[in-house]
């Protein structure tokens, strides 16, 4: 694969001749490198219509460790705590989306067979601004897994400042995602 300047170092028009002849393999491949598939889409818009909100569908995903605490990532991108999770490839099962994810942000492997389903969230609860001006609604499906903390070792990913454990009753404040907390606090409460 050819070499790629960073993201945010093409102008919209040279990032509009680089991809506009690509196969879709080729794209899908490019898009590995800027955080997948919808983050390539939103930095083909033209500035003119980037404003404009679009859905976008991905996964997060629940790891709770045997004492009942979630896990959490600090993001560097907005010094807001969330859970691991992250948007869907073209043609990516989103049960996949959501072990892929756990993954890269927080290295943890997880098998898709053994993670719960908790719900699918969407509308305006499930809106959200990224720091460049995108705005997004979500569609997320939500899912659980449990693991046992001392058999797995936590590495974040670019997009990580610090993962955590908290009890359900004690996540920080500064959260971005309270409507999936809240689900899952829902679940928990059946």
């Not at 170092?9 to 393999?25: A, G, Q, W």
């Not at 997060?60 to 045997?66: H, K, L, Q, T, Y």
């Not at 991108?77 to 996949?96: A, F, I």
């Amino acid at each position: 694969m050819a070499e790629y300047k960073k993201m945010r170092e093409y102008t919209h028009e040279e990032f509009v001749n680089l991809i506009e002849n690509m196969s879709e393999e080729e794209l899908l491949k490019l898009s590995a490198n800027y955080g997948g598939y919808p983050v390539l889409f939103r930095m083909a818009l033209d500035d003119r219509v980037s404003h404009i909100p679009f859905i976008q569908t991905g996964s997060a995903i629940i790891i709770r460790n045997e004492k009942g605490q979630i896990l959490l990532q600090e993001r560097t991108d907005r010094n807001l705590w969330g859970l691991p999770g992250g948007c869907q490839e073209l043609g990516e099962d989103l049960r996949v989306t959501a072990v892929r994810e756990a993954y890269e942000e927080t290295g943890i492997k997880l098998d898709p067979k053994e993670i719960v389903l908790i719900d699918t969230l969407s509308g305006s609860l499930r809106k959200n601004s990224y720091p460049n001006g995108d705005i997004v609604y979500n569609n997320t499906s939500l899912y659980l897994a449990d693991i046992i903390e001392n058999e797995v070792s936590l590495k974040g990913d670019s997009e990580t400042k610090r993962l955590q454990f908290f009890n359900v009753d004690e996540v920080p404040t500064n959260l971005m995602d309270k409507d999936l907390i809240n689900t899952y606090l829902e679940y928990i409460e059946k």
